[in-house]
């Protein structure tokens, strides 16, 4: 089994910053993506961004300009700083991770979310 655990997050007023992280551990062979999604009450868990093992990362266009997202491949963790946050950026922010326990078998993971609430 793989197990994510996520720290961070809280509470901001409008145009703050805040971090989140995010750990792996467990049967790990191989970690291909790690990446953050958010929900809100009523919504689809949306992508935020994501970052492959080569460094590839992709950021919803909502956004850009405004967070950074980090991994460290060896620590199998995933940091997103988010800056200039917005009222519209509050929602429950979950860590994803895709791994292979075995050279030949993968599967996502989910952390255990973290709130995020930027008030105006």
């Known amino acids: 089994q793989v197990q994510l655990v996520e720290s961070g997050g809280g509470s901001v007023q409008a145009g703050g910053s805040l971090s989140i992280s995010c750990a792996a551990s467990?049967?790990?062979?191989?970690?291909?993506?790690m990446g953050w999604y958010r929900q809100v009450p009523g919504n689809e868990r949306e992508l935020v961004a994501d970052i492959n093992s080569g460094g590839a990362i992709n950021y919803a266009d909502s956004v850009k300009g405004r967070f950074a997202i980090s991994r460290d491949n060896a620590r199998n963790t995933v940091n997103l700083q988010m800056n200039m946050l917005k009222p519209e950026d509050t929602a429950v922010y979950y860590c994803?991770?895709?791994?292979?326990?075995?050279?030949?078998?993968?599967?996502?993971?989910w952390g255990q979310g973290s709130q995020v609430t930027v008030s105006s």
């Open positions: 467990g049967e790990i062979f191989r970690t291909i993506a």
């Open positions: 994803k991770a895709r791994v292979y326990t075995t050279p030949f078998s993968w599967d996502d993971y």
